[in-house]
């Protein structure tokens, strides 16, 4: 019932930018736990960020203080606002909203 399509994935230089944000449609009661995760080769996924229904935050400790996650519940979407990028977060990043997930979007960092 739920699909969730990621956007703003792309290759950028060190020290760059890039904003993810993921739509949600389908029904969803109660989004109680949005985050974005990312895998990179040879990596198990891990949690980057998330926020709960209230507004509360986590946020792996490597991207504190350079990754910002909100969401928009009129616009039924997630975003990552993602800064100073560096060549270790290249990665595959995926949304969640409870137990579903989307299908990734790339981001690569050069040197």
């Known amino acids: 019932q739920v699909q969730l399509v990621e956007s703003g994935g792309g290759s950028v230089q060190a020290g760059g930018s890039l904003r993810l944000s993921c739509v949600a449609s389908?029904?969803?009661?109660?989004?109680?736990?949005m985050g974005w995760y990312r895998q990179a080769p040879g990596k198990q996924r891990e949690l980057v960020a998330l926020?709960?229904?209230?507004?509360?935050?986590d946020y792996e400790d490597s991207v504190k203080g350079r990754f910002t996650i909100s969401r928009d519940n009129a616009k039924r979407t997630v975003y990552l606002q993602m800064n100073s990028l560096k060549p270790e977060d290249t990665a595959v990043y995926y949304c969640?909203?409870?137990?579903?997930w989307g299908q990734g979007t790339q981001v690569t960092v050069s040197s």
């Open positions: 926020i709960t229904s209230a507004g509360g935050t």
């Open positions: 969640r909203v409870n137990s579903n």
């Open positions: 389908g029904s969803i009661l109660s989004a109680y736990l």
